[in-house]
């Protein structure tokens, strides 16, 4: 695993290792595109699985930024025009070129464990997860914008104390 401590001080490091280690089924590429003591970005290239690039999905290119706090993001890059059933509007990395589309909604902070990330989860189960929500959105467009192919956790704060 590839601890969010790793990737932060040494993200070359931890770029090479999702690459050359196989860690992320699909993963063509990664780069560190920024780097300092309290954050790392990096731009992924992911490639659509197999039965889905059969269907003519895209490649994907993901920026990951994650920091020293231990928060991820992911924001994808492409057309700008594609419509995402589970994005936040483009407000982290607006300065991207090319533009990032901004950060994809991956889970609720309130979610049950099972449906949400944590740093102790490592690099590679955010990458993966990010991954497995690309496919999810382009198959979600596909569907007439009808049908996401999972269960939809419920999002926003409970109403329960």
Same mark, same amino acid.
């Given at each position: 695993?590839?601890?969010?401590?790793?990737?932060? &001080?040494? +993200?070359?490091?931890?770029?090479?290792?999702?690459?050359?280690? #196989?860690?992320?089924?699909?993963? &063509?590429?990664?780069?560190?595109? $920024?780097?300092?003591?309290?954050?790392?970005?990096?731009? *992924?290239?992911?490639?659509?699985? %197999?039965? /889905? %690039?059969?269907?003519? =999905?895209?490649?994907?290119?993901?920026?990951? *930024?994650?920091?020293?706090?231990?928060?991820? =993001?992911?924001?994808? &890059?492409?057309?700008? $025009?594609?419509?995402?059933k589970h994005?936040?509007?483009?407000?982290? *990395?607006?300065?991207?070129?090319?533009?990032? *589309? $901004?950060?994809?909604?991956? =889970? =609720?902070?309130?979610? +049950?464990?099972?449906?949400?990330?944590?740093?102790?989860?490592?690099?590679?189960?955010?990458?993966?997860?990010?991954?497995?929500h690309? /496919?999810?959105?382009?198959?979600?467009?596909?569907?007439?914008?009808?049908?996401?192919?999972?269960?939809?956790?419920?999002?926003?704060?409970?109403? #329960?104390?």
């Amino acid at each position: 695993m590839i601890s969010i401590t790793e990737a932060l &001080r040494h +993200p070359e490091r931890a770029a090479s290792r999702l690459v050359d280690e #196989k860690l992320v089924f699909g993963l &063509r590429d990664v780069k560190v595109v $920024g780097a300092d003591p309290q954050a790392a970005v990096f731009e *992924l290239v992911l490639d659509p699985w %197999a039965p /889905m %690039a059969a269907e003519g =999905y895209p490649r994907e290119v993901l920026v990951v *930024l994650i920091n020293r706090s231990g928060d991820a =993001y992911a924001m994808p &890059r492409g057309d700008v $025009g594609r419509h995402w059933k589970h994005r936040f509007p483009d407000v982290v *990395l607006r300065e991207c070129t090319p533009p990032c *589309l $901004g950060q994809l909604c991956l =889970y =609720y902070p309130d979610d +049950p464990r099972e449906f949400r990330w944590e740093g102790s989860d490592g690099l590679e189960a955010f990458v993966t997860m990010a991954h497995r929500h690309l /496919m999810a959105e382009e198959y979600w467009r596909r569907s007439g914008e009808r049908c996401w192919p999972a269960p939809d956790a419920p999002h926003g704060r409970s109403s #329960k104390p």
